[in-house]
């Protein structure tokens, strides 16, 4: 058998293997995303987000229950943390007649659909279809779901997947059309203002991203577009500024942004004293791994990514032997914004110690760019593994079958984790919570009141109006909802699966 008849088994072997591995990202995300789009439940924090369309539609404007904040109708909710740019769009599918969470599930799923894209594009550019593949699969085996504080599914209405969809698309478009990329990035920042994050490595990256010999001679060349990026990135905030000036008028308008620079300075908790190391932890135990293997594999691809950094630097051109698709400049900068981004959130998240251990928090930029920096770091990996390849041919390429294969069996057992350990059913599934619903909405009331927790989901999939009980002169005169048996005696006006209706409490 000659040499070239091989060869050409070993490339149909690997074309064997690599279809086999898209085969398995897909079923993971089809055994994650259908259960969540049909059996998981709608947790409060997203109920709270949904009484905003659904007020939309009701012609009462881009107002919520005000649930969290006195238990009033509130205009331009500050405790509403996700943006217009999802909640709008789920209002116009609600007055259409769908379903208010089918139609916010359908819009999350587009947040994920155009992640997923982007960093297939963005891996492929990288480093072929291997690195695009890994880059793909990384965000479902990123386990955010550890209570108080999930992200459940990616299909959850809370804005974190869709904002880093946005984020991971405004790399795609970066060298190309920064123009582009600062508006995909203007949007994030109004699907979740903590994308805002970003925008520094965007910027920096951008300012340095043009031809040149001198710094200053580069910066002349691509301060043009750069401001185009800018104007850009700021039209979509500046648009709903303005929009809630001229709703709420010059003092309800100062009144507001006060209360979000709280809210945004806050996290909205309060009572936390979280150390770093703490954080960190969670973070190196969120892929269905022991937390020291993870650490392992990052100091080792670190290492070797580091190296062939070095190598690139001096031979630029060698990017393309390691499997990059584009030129060096571009490399540098998706490899250099990922990188500056991802620093970025991880900096904020571990040095606020205010906010509690919830993964959910720095999920926009872990999602839209970790899997880019450990696909350029892979590319680089390769280069340092190739250049040691030219003069110890032998135990560099067992090396290298080993570091890829001992990667991709990580990366199974991950997604294999997530999803045997996927909620498809919890304590109550979204068909227990409608039938629950349609009972409350058979008694008529407008307005409900009942504990955080499981009954304001089930209110307002119901049409009503929650507040919560503490609120007490806001809620005085509505019947209350408890999950399972009231805490004490009451006149029961129904019972439904998993929770009890009660009229109110006499003053």
Not at 27 to 38: G, H, K, Q
Not at 135 to 152: E, F, H, K, V
Not at 232 to 248: G, H
Request: one cysteine or more; a neutral charge; aromatic letters at 8%.
């Amino acid at each position: 058998m000659s040499a070239v008849e091989v060869r050409g088994r070993g490339i149909r072997l690997l074309d064997v293997v690599f279809w086999l591995g898209v085969v398995a990202v897909v079923f993971a995300n089809v055994a994650v995303l259908v259960p969540a789009f049909t059996t998981v439940r709608l947790w409060e924090d997203e109920a709270f987000n949904l009484t905003v369309p659904l007020n939309v539609v009701r012609g009462l404007g881009y107002t919520s229950d005000g649930t969290l904040s006195g238990s009033e109708l509130t205009p331009f909710d500050a405790r509403i943390s996700t943006g217009p740019v999802m909640l709008l769009p789920i209002a116009v599918l609600a007055a259409f007649g769908v379903d208010p969470v089918i139609a916010g599930r359908l819009v999350a799923g587009v947040g994920y659909s155009v992640l997923l894209g982007s960093l297939w594009v963005l891996g492929r550019r990288l480093g072929g279809r291997w690195i695009a593949l890994i880059a793909a699969a990384l965000p479902l085996a990123y386990s955010a779901d550890l209570p108080p504080s999930p992200i459940q599914s990616p299909y959850d209405i809370l804005g974190e997947v869709t904002a880093a969809g946005l984020l991971a698309a405004g790399l795609v478009a970066l060298h190309r059309r920064p123009w582009l990329a600062g508006l995909l990035v203007g949007l994030a920042v109004q699907v979740k203002f903590v994308a805002l994050l970003a925008l520094p490595a965007f910027a920096i990256v951008a300012l340095l991203d043009a031809p040149g010999r001198g710094l200053g001679e580069r910066l002349r060349a691509t301060m043009p577009r750069v401001l185009a990026a800018a104007a850009c990135a700021a039209a979509p905030t500046i648009a709903f500024e303005a929009w809630k000036f001229v709703a709420l008028g010059p003092s309800g308008y100062v009144e507001n942004v006060r209360d979000f620079g709280g809210f945004l300075l806050s996290g909205g908790q309060d009572g936390y004293r979280v150390p770093p190391l703490e954080k960190l932890a969670a973070l190196l135990g969120a892929w269905h791994l022991p937390w020291w293997v993870v650490g392992a594999a990052i100091v080792v691809v670190v290492a070797l990514a580091a190296a062939g950094a070095r190598a690139a630097a001096r031979q630029p051109e060698a990017l393309a032997t390691a499997g990059a698709r584009t030129d060096p400049r571009g490399f540098v900068v998706i490899a250099a914004t990922a990188g500056v981004a991802l620093v970025t959130y991880l900096a904020w998240w571990l040095v606020s110690s205010h906010t509690p251990v919830w993964l959910r928090h720095p999920a926009p930029g872990v999602l839209a760019f970790l899997p880019v920096v450990v696909a350029a770091s892979v590319v680089l990996a390769r280069l340092a593994l190739q250049r040691w390849g030219a003069r110890r041919a032998n135990p560099t390429r067992i090396l290298a079958v080993v570091l890829a294969v001992s990667g991709l069996v990580l990366l199974t057992v991950s997604l294999a984790g997530r999803v045997v350990a996927f909620p498809y059913t919890t304590w109550e599934t979204l068909a227990g919570q409608r039938e629950a619903a349609r009972q409350i909405a058979e008694l008529g009331y407008d307005e409900l009141a009942s504990p955080w927790g499981g009954p304001v989901s089930v209110i307002v999939m119901s049409g009503a109006h929650v507040g919560l009980i503490d609120a007490v002169d806001a809620v005085e005169g509505e019947p209350r909802v408890w999950p399972g048996e009231p805490p004490q005696a009451c006149d029961v006006l129904l019972r439904a699966p998993g929770y009890t209706v009660c009229a109110p409490p006499e003053s």
